[in-house]
């Protein structure tokens, strides 16, 4: 694969962590660039070490992985899209000046998780290519990092203009996500 085909590659990759990191930053209060850039390095860290997983597995059981794949991004996307959009119903407006500073690990790394589970599927599909693997892995895993870090950066800005609801579009983004996974993978748009 050439350097313009990995960049691209790295950079489509990332546009799903984007839109969950928008959506992470939307819901912080005033993120500063700290914030935005843990979660950055967070989304980066995960996307590049699954195409790195998925390039091992794809040697010895593609077809498994690819069969379920789609089933797992949604079915997280879901949870977390789902728990972010409850939340944002039941917050009241004396609620909204007690947004948090900054998401837990646990819970960017699951959304990390789950908006990255294409580059395990391109990882398995890279395994039957002639690729430098390592070096793919570091592109998405840098592309990731700067989409997701722009992304909570965008979303600061956007959250105060939408006040509560910016939790609830955040869940939304999220499922929508899980959604296109599922129907990219399932074929029903063709």
């Not at 959009?85 to 699951?110: D, K, Q, W, Y």
Request: glycine share 14%.
């Amino acid at each position: 694969m050439d350097v313009i085909t990995t960049i691209i590659l790295a950079f489509g990759m990332s546009m799903d962590a984007f839109a969950a990191a928008l959506g992470k930053g939307a819901t912080l209060k005033k993120p500063g660039i700290k914030e935005a850039l843990r979660t950055g390095v967070i989304f980066g860290g995960v996307e590049m070490l699954t195409p790195l997983i998925g390039w091992g597995i794809g040697l010895a059981a593609s077809k498994y992985v690819m069969a379920w794949d789609h089933w797992v991004a949604f079915i997280l996307l879901a949870i977390l899209g789902g728990r972010m959009i409850i939340g944002g119903l039941r917050h009241s407006p004396a609620e909204e000046c007690t947004a948090p500073e900054r998401h837990g690990f646990l819970v960017l790394a699951m959304t990390a998780v789950a908006t990255s589970l294409d580059a395990l599927a391109v990882g398995v599909g890279l395994a039957f290519l002639q690729v430098n693997i390592l070096v793919t892995a570091l592109a998405i895993g840098g592309a990731t990092t700067i989409m997701a870090t722009t992304g909570v950066m965008v979303g600061r800005f956007i959250g105060p203009i939408l006040g509560k609801w910016a939790e609830v579009l955040g869940g939304v983004v999220l499922v929508g996500i899980g959604c296109t996974i599922l129907i990219e993978h399932l074929g029903l748009l063709n």
